[in-house]
């Protein structure tokens, strides 16, 4: 007999439901999970998509008050996937209460938000995971194997780029997203935290940087009423837009290897380009979140014209088995989530920490900190012990 886990989810936008079908997911691609999900809650203070949500993904009840999740003794484990400003409050809460943790990248608005989540989490003695999904993706896996191995040499440099267009049309609505007190640092938090976690994740850390932001869109309409994802909004009240449409980031790793990183939402004309290029001194090795299941891979000892070969990741690489039987069958976005959650329920059964933990979100959270901070003063920082 399988026992249960109740879960809630908190927060019901685009997130919240991908946290949800992951759950209901996990029993087909991992049959052996010692706890299998029972949705128990779901907590949205827009009116009525808590019940919407209830109804449509089987959730036992639903509410608008986030509290009574961390106050429900059903529910053992919590994705928080509310906004950025509201992680802290929620995270810290439920870890208080007991509850084994599943929470959105950034882990609040800096790394004092991030720090005390794990905090938290560490006097509770429960589980943390963070979304940082892209490290999850099979060949983004076989990548660090790579690189680890010293199959490609020593690291020498890398770029990583994080360029989407769903904040570049001029009437997107002036969200929360777009304000400093609940939006903290912009696209920082946004997308270039994964960026910062896929450097650490296959290069090591990040020694110090210097970097440079901007604001492209200074001006929104505000929406006349709730929104989700990134709605539009034509003819509301203009506010300004106070964080960052952009950052273009030089780092030094404490290996001695050199990156480039860069992320903007406002990018017209492209669509969730996220990759990396890494660099070594025998070969390299590329990766386009567009063509998730390859690797551009070159090795060897030619140096000049080495050439570069597509690799189609298969069964061997990461979790990639527990979704497709070969080599070139398509993975997709939503089933990163899916080993996340594995990964997330994992964790809680045999209570060793199995992903992307609080620890990787502190870690990201100081190195954005450093980022607004070189921004700020135009110079190379030093990046905090964290």
Known sequence: MVDALGVAVIGFG??????TQAYARLPHHYPLLPLRPRLVTVAEEVPGRAEEAAERFGFASATRDWREVAADPRVRAVSVTAPNFLHREIGVAMAEAGKHLWIEKPVGLTAGDARAVADAVARAGVQGTVGFNYRNAPAVEAARELIVSGGIGTLTH???????????????????RYERERGGNGVLGDLAS???DLA??????????TADTAVFVPERARPPGA??????????????????????????FASGARGVLEACRVSVGEQNTY???????RGAVFWDFRRMNELGVSRGTTYQDQPVSTVYVGPGA????????????????????VIEACRFVRSVAEGTPYGATLTDA?????????????ARLGSWVDVDGG
């Open 14 to 19: 685009w997130m919240g439901r991908v946290h």
């Open 158 to 176: 890398a770029r990583i780029r994080l360029f989407s267009d769903y904040a570049a049309h001029p009437d997107s609505a002036l969200t929360w």
């Open 194 to 196: 994964h960026g910062v």
């Open 200 to 209: 650490r994740f296959l290069l090591g850390e990040i020694a110090s940087l």
């Open 227 to 252: 929104t989700a994802g990134h709605a539009l909004a034509s003819g509301g009240a203009p506010g300004p837009v106070e964080n960052e449409d952009y950052v273009g980031c030089l780092l030094r």
């Open 275 to 281: 990759g990396f290029e890494v660099h070594g001194t």
């Open 318 to 337: 990461g979790e990639f088995a527990a979704f497709q039987p070969g080599a070139a069958n398509a993975m997709g976005y939503d089933d990163l989530k």
């Open 362 to 374: 502190v870690r990201s959270a100081t190195v954005l900190d450093a980022m607004t901070r070189s």
